[in-house]
């Protein structure tokens, strides 16, 4: 039997003008969203995210809560036009949180506070300009340990994001000499990254310290929908959810290992919700080195809800 899952995106999806079409044209989004500026009393979410500035929606503190309430107010939505049943659900880095959130595992309002306080504690567990991350394609992950290896200095893996697209993640210097090795080693592109932070590596071991002191405030529900934590691409039990959260800020994101997980269980049919389609691209990668047939559904606005509600 064919399975759906739901995934969600994470940091880096963001833009000036996200889900306004949505709050606009929908009483599902213009609720979600209205509770998350209230939720957030320090900050208007909305405004920022429907008129920005851009430098206000990159600070990490206001990129996360944004995104999560582009999805959730996305997801509403289409809960309330369609009834689907969902067996797994997925999100990449943050994404996990609206995965939680979409299992009612965890209340929105909850979610949202823990992102931003997330968001914070990444930001300030590293001095701007000491860390930095660098995607790399086009590398077997053996070749880029090498590299990784090599180097002195804080170099790890972030972000396994599907076949043949790796992110590194550590100290500046660390980070630039791995870059170097990898194009040495035939990497068909290794890139430094635009980021504020080394997210996902042991530079930020710090920052889940600090939320895990967040988490204990917090009640995890039961759930009958599977959810599949980053740190090892497996089903989290509620249980295990707050240590899964705390080791995920300095852990690598195994999102390819997550997508083969699914794909193995019989998920046939991918649900992409929030800001972005980056994840459609990637779960496409992964299912055809699999030789496995998917159909990949992307909803982040209007048209896309509609051209799939009409479907």
Not at 65 to 88: G, N, Q, R, W
Not at 274 to 301: C, E, H, W, Y
């Amino acid at each position: 039997m064919s399975k759906i899952a739901l995934v969600f995106p994470g940091q880096g999806a963001q833009y000036v003008g996200m889900a306004k079409d949505l709050y606009e044209n929908y009483e599902e989004a213009k609720n979600i969203m209205d509770l998350a500026s209230k939720t957030l009393e320090d900050v208007d979410i909305k405004d920022i995210m429907f008129n920005g500035p851009d430098e206000e929606l990159k600070k990490t503190r206001n990129t996360q809560p944004a995104i999560l309430t582009h999805c959730i107010a996305a997801l509403e939505v289409l809960k309330s036009k369609k009834d689907m049943e969902f067996a797994y659900t997925a999100g990449l880095s943050l994404g996990e949180y609206a995965s939680l959130v979409a299992s009612k595992t965890i209340k929105f309002e909850d979610a949202l506070r823990l992102v931003q306080k997330r968001g914070q504690y990444m930001q300030e567990a590293v001095p701007m300009g000491k860390g930095t991350m660098a995607a790399i394609l086009g590398l077997e992950r053996a070749v880029i340990k090498e590299a990784l290896d090599q180097v002195s200095g804080i170099a790890e893996f972030a972000n396994f994001n599907s076949p043949g697209q790796i992110v590194i993640s550590g100290e500046v210097k660390a980070i630039e000499e791995a870059v170097e090795l990898c194009k040495e080693k035939g990497a068909k592109k290794a890139v430094i990254l635009n980021v504020s932070a080394p997210f996902h590596c042991s530079m930020l071991n710090k920052a889940g310290q600090d939320l895990s002191k967040e988490l204990e405030n917090i009640v995890f529900e039961d759930t009958n929908i599977d959810i599949i934590a980053n740190v090892n691409a497996k089903v989290v039990t509620k249980d295990q959810i707050k240590d899964s959260l705390i080791k995920q800020v300095s852990s690598s994101v195994m999102w390819e290992d997550s997508v083969e997980f699914m794909l193995n269980q019989g998920v046939t049919t991918f649900v992409e919700v929030g800001p972005g389609k980056t994840l459609k691209s990637f779960i496409n990668r992964k299912a055809k080195t699999m030789d496995m047939k998917v159909q990949i559904i992307n909803i982040n606005d209007v048209k896309t809800m509609n051209d799939f509600l009409e479907n």
